[in-house]
């Protein structure tokens, strides 16, 4: 029909349909007509209305699980092989909801785009030929190596106002520069959506920030968030949506937004979100997308914008005068503390940092827009017009796409950042998440040193596993004034560039504030790195997996919950204290086996301490336990392998939020793959007692903490009600404990499930009892 409208001009059979969800928000709203945030109207929008009625005033926020059909999913490529993996054994032929995979977290940072790519074809050819495969076969758009960032792609090819997406990376919040909420979730949780299950979020908090005013001179829309961490704190958006709103929001371009809304991460938020804008629409008709920003244009006072009077409907408002705001640089080790530029030099000097700068970076999926990429080639040109041609310290520069990159290339940006002795790095993550060959500093050594960058996250050993790199994130342009000083006591905005000039006399110069527009006369694609899904019958594809990869294995399916499983456990660990999924399932070395369930669960626990053991917390006794079979101090997964051969079923005991951090599912994946039946905690986090349940593991709580102490190294556990139909939401769980000696005691124990997750329990694992509905 003449009317239909593309999600996407690379999926043009999928419609853009606001009606559908302008009827879905009507119906919450039927009889309570209260004015709605912006943030209620995407999430809403998007309700699934089967089996639940959702009215407005029973919806909690806090409280309410909703369930809701994002309009995209999309991984990189180092949560994707599990989620593909997970989405394989499900056996349905392709994916339910648009999804796309990016091959952006594995490529190494080293000397440059060409010889960095070259070197990531070889060293991930196998996951590279994987992904590849498997997305032709399940209808998946592929973004190869060198096609851009994941964030950046999707903003220039998905986004779209009124949109709802999640992403297996924590910085999916990117979108809502364009109108569009992005929620960073586990693989899992891909996997369900991916499937065309209900996705679960708990109805978050909405904190509005009003901005007033307008940016100028050095400020850019990077202070808007490197401020709101300061005054948040890195936990402080968490479950809560930030919500811009006010005569500011209006001044920015959607690019600009969508660096303020990637970083929101850094707040912990679950998602950040802007108001439809003519900037949105502007940049929409400049990425060939002209049709939705009409489309949208029709619907934006009823799904795009917040309602009028929805302000004392936030639970917090937040305000801040973009007139007033100054430059801001966050830093070290940590993204909340902020510094505005005019106090910097003293914090610097007070702290002992290192003032000399050994590397400037600018870029990344945060700041690598046309307008930040030209604002950096302003000040490069500037330098250059005052004799100095060179930047003092290396300075690396990665596109967050092809499309960019070949716009900026297009534009003479790139040949004269070259010229001024910057790296063009390819269009990937590299140093800003740890894939950076560097050998300036002595990494092993822990050779202090500072670091600024455009990036978002700064966390300790972020860029190069050294502990003592001491990263600063601040915007484009103050990343590339600092590249000229090599200093970080220098403040473009009161003192002079001293540099030596081509005769070999001193000589000074002061920058401008650099200005840009905010977007091209036209983007240029560059070359063509995107696989589209293929829509032809696929059945016959195979997908790449060498029988002999260390990287990657296909998954068996677990087998269905039998009577009798909780009988009688052995206790594997007894975790005592914090135990993230970090100790669960550590990253660094293990990264690399993500794939491959056999081998990545030989890390299984190597974090946590045992309460069982003498010394527990010593390095010696970290991630190990007594094997009951031959009483033997072995590693825990060891330990596992050897009652799972045994025939002997094992628990867990965790204390309190166990398995908070991360949303990686591998730490619900590992035990199940290594015969553990249940996990008994204080507490749980969240996002890991769900992914418990997903893979079959049954998570439980103490309903009196106190029976923790009273567990015993040499205990063995049984279960009650949890076989056929004993296990009902709500209902408490009897634990019965016989130890050593013989005696026995019981206490109770309570669950979350609801009646839909015992399904999942039941059969075995969520993804079996999707199969079991969609295929029968
Ligand atoms: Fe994450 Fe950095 Fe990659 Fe962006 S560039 S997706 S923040 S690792």
Redesign the pocket.
């Known amino acids: 029909a003449s009317s239909h409208v593309a999600l996407s001009p690379l999926e043009p059979y999928n419609p853009l349909d606001y009606g559908s969800r302008l009827q879905s928000l009507d119906r919450v709203r039927k009889l309570n007509q209260r004015p709605l945030t912006l943030s209620e109207k995407l999430l809403y929008s998007h309700l699934i209305h089967d089996a639940d009625n959702w009215a407005l005033n029973e919806i909690e926020r806090g409280k309410t699980i909703l369930r809701i059909r994002p309009d995209r999913v999309a991984c ?1 490529d180092a949560t994707a092989t599990m989620a593909l993996l997970q989405f394989i054994s499900a056996g349905l032929p392709r994916v339910q909801v648009p999804t796309s995979v990016h091959s ?2 594995l490529i190494v940072a080293e000397y440059g785009a060409k010889e960095d790519l070259t070197r990531a074809s070889s060293d991930h050819r196998e996951v590279y030929a994987f992904l590849g495969s498997a997305a032709k076969k399940y209808g998946i758009g592929y973004w190869k190596a060198g096609a851009g ?3 950046t792609t999707i903003f220039e090819n998905y986004a779209f106002p009124g949109g709802l997406m999640i992403g297996t ?3 999916t919040p990117n979108a809502g520069g364009m109108g569009m909420m992005g929620i960073g979730v586990g693989g899992s949780d891909a996997v369900d959506a991916m499937a065309g299950m209900p996705w679960e979020l708990v109805c978050p908090k909405v904190v509005g920030v009003r901005l007033t005013g307008r940016l100028s001179g050095w400020s850019s829309s990077k202070d808007i968030i490197c401020k709101l961490a300061g005054i948040l704190s890195v936990s402080g958006g968490k479950g809560k949506v930030i919500e811009f709103f006010g005569p500011g929001a209006e001044s920015l371009g959607a690019t600009a937004m969508a660096t303020v809304c ?1 970083m929101s991460a850094e707040i912990g938020s679950t998602s950040c979100i802007f108001p439809y804008s003519e900037a949105m629409g502007r940049y929409l008709s400049a990425t060939k997308r002209a049709d939705i920003a009409q489309h949208a244009n029709k619907f934006k006072d009823a799904l795009l914008v917040s309602d009028p009077g929805s302000e004392s409907f936030y639970d917090d408002i937040i305000e801040i005068d973009l007139s007033t705001l100054e430059p801001h640089i966050n830093g070290p080790f940590t993204p909340d503390l902020s510094h505005p530029l005019s106090q910097f030099k003293q914090h610097v000097e007070e702290r002992s940092w290192p003032s000399r700068i050994s590397y400037s970076m600018v870029g ?3 700041n690598s827009s046309y307008e930040d990429l030209l604002k950096v080639s302003h000040l490069v040109t500037q330098a250059k017009e005052s004799g100095m041609h060179r930047a003092k310290t290396p300075f690396l520069v ?1 596109p ?1 796409s092809e499309q960019i990159r070949a716009t900026a290339e297009e534009a003479g940006i790139l040949s004269t950042l070259r010229e001024a002795g910057a790296v063009v790095l390819s269009n ?2 590299g140093p ?2 740890g894939q950076w060959d560097r050998k300036d500093v002595d990494i092993k050594g822990a050779e202090s040193n500072s670091v600024i960058s455009s ?3 700064n966390f300790t050993g972020r860029h190069d596993g050294n502990p003592s790199t001491h990263s600063f994130v601040t915007s484009p342009e103050i990343a590339t004034a600092f590249a000229f000083a090599g200093d970080l006591t220098f403040n473009p905005t009161t003192d002079p560039i001293t540099f030596v000039d081509d005769s070999g006399s001193p000589a000074e110069f002061r920058f401008a504030p650099p200005t840009a527009d905010e977007l091209p006369d036209s983007f240029f694609p560059g070359n063509d790195l995107y696989q589209a899904p293929v829509l032809a019958d696929t059945s016959e594809y195979k997908v790449d997996i060498d029988k002999n990869s260390d990287r990657l294995q296909l998954l068996e399916p677990f087998k269905p919950w039998q009577g009798g499983n909780a009988n009688d456990m052995e206790i594997l660990v007894k975790v005592q204290g914090k135990c993230t999924t970090d100790h669960i399932s550590p990253a660094g070395p293990w990264y690399n086996y993500r794939g491959h369930l056999e081998n990545i669960s030989h890390n299984m626990l190597l974090g946590a301490t045992n309460g069982f053991l003498p010394n527990a917390t010593s390095l010696q006794m970290v991630g190990r336990a007594e094997n009951p079979l031959t009483h033997e101090i072995e590693p825990v997964h060891e330990v596992a392998r050897s009652l799972q051969s045994s025939g002997i079923r094992w628990c867990i005991i965790g204390d309190h939020n166990y398995g908070e951090g991360s949303s990686r599912e591998h730490a619900a994946l590992e035990p199940r793959y290594l015969g553990g039946v249940a996990v008994i905690a204080r507490g749980f986090a969240r996002i890991h007692e769900t992914n418990l349940k997903k893979q079959g593991m049954l998570p439980v709580t103490f309903a009196d903490p106190a029976d923790y102490d009273r567990i015993k190294k040499g205990d063995r556990i049984t279960l009650r009600d949890v076989d056929g139909d004993g296990l009902q939401p709500g209902k408490q769980v009897t634990m019965e404990v016989r130890t050593k000696d013989g005696e026995a005691w019981t206490a109770q124990l309570n669950h979350t499930y609801h009646a839909h997750q015992i399904q999942w329990l039941r059969a075995g694992s969520a993804l079996n009892h999707i199969k079991k509905t969609l295929l029968g």
């Open positions: 990189h952006d977290h960032i994941i964030h990376d924590s910085h990637n990344s999926c945060t990665s967050g990937s993550c800003c998440v990036f978002n996250r």
